[in-house]
């Protein structure tokens, strides 16, 4: 019969595998799953609608473009709506582990630009009101930027079952700098457009997690066909233009 000792031995070695291996479902750039053979330059375009009952109303269009050197990732998303300027973002991040460099947006209300470091430091302009904000915040901790962790989903190493946390950084100008968390919910093998594909289920701490995205990935090509994006009251859709 084993010691009252060893079975607290045992016991608290279990604890500590189980911790480490939640611990390493976190992603972040100090540790991650992602594949980074999966990362390729690419540029395609979706077509967002909005649904309303069964019509959908096409709102615009969402090219992207992914453009990988050595050293680092670039990714840019132009949004095009009808009779409005263009809606930019792009981020810079480091390979292979795509830590954040600098992240800029440009739209109609508001401009953003942020350069990450111990510090994150740049601005923030409300367009509406006129108003510039300066950001320089202490911003402790291991982070990817909110504009890049939808890309991330499709280069993790996708299974039936897969689940996972991922640690983002999504400037708000009223709570100033915030580390949130993104988590893949679900994973499941499905067709899409007579293709093969992994149907992931996406929230977010953007959205207080009220938000639901669903991604449509080809399991061959490894891209976006399609994505959900259910709010409740409100539904839209983005699909692929092949």
């Not at 070695?13 to 976190?26: D, G, M, P, V």
């Not at 395609?44 to 109303?57: C, P, S």
């Not at 809606?87 to 480091?94: C, G, H, K």
Request: aromatic fraction near 10%; glycine fraction near 4%; charged fraction near 30%.
């Amino acid at each position: 019969m084993k010691s009252k000792k060893s079975l607290l031995l045992i016991a608290a070695f279990s604890l500590i595998c189980l911790t480490l291996k939640a611990q390493e479902k976190i992603q972040s750039p100090k540790h991650n799953e992602i594949v980074e053979s999966k990362i390729k330059n690419e540029e395609y375009q979706m077509n967002w609608f909005a649904l309303r009952d069964t019509v959908k109303m096409e709102i615009g269009k969402v090219f992207t473009k992914v453009a990988k050197t050595k050293n680092t990732l670039k990714v840019t998303t132009t949004v095009k709506m009808k009779d409005k300027p263009d809606w930019v973002d792009e981020t810079i991040a480091e390979l292979p582990k795509l830590k954040p460099v600098k992240h800029t947006s440009v739209n109609t209300q508001r401009d953003i630009t942020l350069n990450f470091g111990k510090q994150t430091t740049g601005y923030y302009l409300d367009k509406t009101g006129d108003k510039k904000t300066d950001i320089n915040e202490k911003t402790d901790g291991d982070f990817f930027d909110s504009n890049i962790y939808p890309q991330l989903i499709r280069w993790f190493p996708l299974k039936e079952n897969y689940k996972t946390e991922i640690t983002i950084f999504d400037y708000n100008p009223i709570t100033k700098a915030g580390i949130l968390k993104a988590n893949i919910t679900n994973t499941k093998k499905g067709i899409y457009d007579n293709k093969s594909v992994w149907i992931v289920t996406v929230t977010d701490g953007i959205s207080q997690n009220k938000v639901i995205n669903t991604y449509y990935i080809d399991s061959e090509t490894n891209q976006f066909l399609k994505q959900e994006i259910d709010m409740g009251t409100r539904k839209m859709i983005l699909e692929k233009v092949y």
